[in-house]
């Protein structure tokens, strides 16, 4: 199988654009196939594109590479603003339409941040190609570095969004941790088949929200693994 990472850059530091790499590359040595990466650049102040290009060359990864610039600040995290959902909207749109069935089987979206495990995206993966799980995307939980969990605006089910402490959402008090999740929408990252990746657009500029609402509406299903974590640092 052959498989695209998806991420998006602004104002990247040297180290983290190395470690992302380096992550990259780690997949790649235990991966059976193609691994490749897509991403979007933009609204840098600094040299975030030539960074992320030469770092990839240098890693000899192979890497498409788009700019788009939506003009608008930089938000903290987890900021609810209607403006930066519409602007990240259309950056998260260019970055799903660099994925391509012909090229790519497995689209792993993944801000580019994050710190991950091969392994984690390998148990992820096979989930969404194994038939009996009936999910078309699989999504690890997101932990910050105290230990909270991250993805507290993306991540909701029933309507309601998860909390930083756990059980993280209610209806997880009881559940069977081996089993997978069935959820509204997620957040950080993402794993599916390309060909979901591939049909999927945000079409009421609520970002990633809007991406996963958009999917169900289409048919497709999403779970978390509660057994899968990635990290933000």
């Known amino acids: ?25 780690n997949l790649r040595c235990r991966w059976d196939g193609n ?7 933009g609204d840098s102040v600094d040299n975030s594109y030539e960074r992320v290009y030469e770092t990839a060359k240098k890693s000899n990864v192979d ?24 602007l990240m909207s259309k950056v998260q749109n260019e970055l799903f339409g660099l994925v391509s069935t012909v090229a790519d089987d497995i689209f792993v979206y993944i801000e580019s941040d994050l710190v991950w ?8 993966v096979e989930k969404v190609v194994h038939e009996s799980t009936k999910f078309d995307i699989v999504v690890p939980l997101c932990i910050e570095a105290n230990g909270l969990f991250y993805d507290v ?3 909701r089910k ?15 008090l009881y559940v069977d941790r081996d089993e997978l999740v069935e959820i509204d929408s997620a957040g950080s990252c993402l794993v599916m088949c390309a060909q979901v990746a591939e049909r999927v657009r945000i079409i ?8 996963c609402q958009r999917a169900r509406e289409l048919g497709y299903r999403i779970a978390v693994d509660l057994n899968e974590r990635v ?3």
């Open 117 to 124: 495990l091969s392994l984690t995206i390998e148990s992820l």
């Open 158 to 172: 029933d309507g309601g969004r998860f909390a930083k402490r756990e059980p993280y959402h209610a209806s997880l």
């Open 35 to 41: 691994v490749r990466v897509v991403a979007v650049e």
């Open 231 to 233: 990290y933000h640092p």
């Open 1 to 25: 199988m052959n498989l695209a990472v998806g991420s998006m850059f602004r104002d990247v530091p040297q180290l983290q654009v190395e470690r992302y790499f380096r992550q990259i590359n």
């Open 153 to 155: 605006w993306g991540f």
């Open 63 to 86: 890497l498409t590479l788009t700019q788009l610039h939506h003009g608008g600040p930089s938000f903290k995290d987890h900021q609810d603003n209607p403006k930066r959902w519409r």
């Open 204 to 211: 009421n500029d609520y970002s990633i929200v809007g991406w």
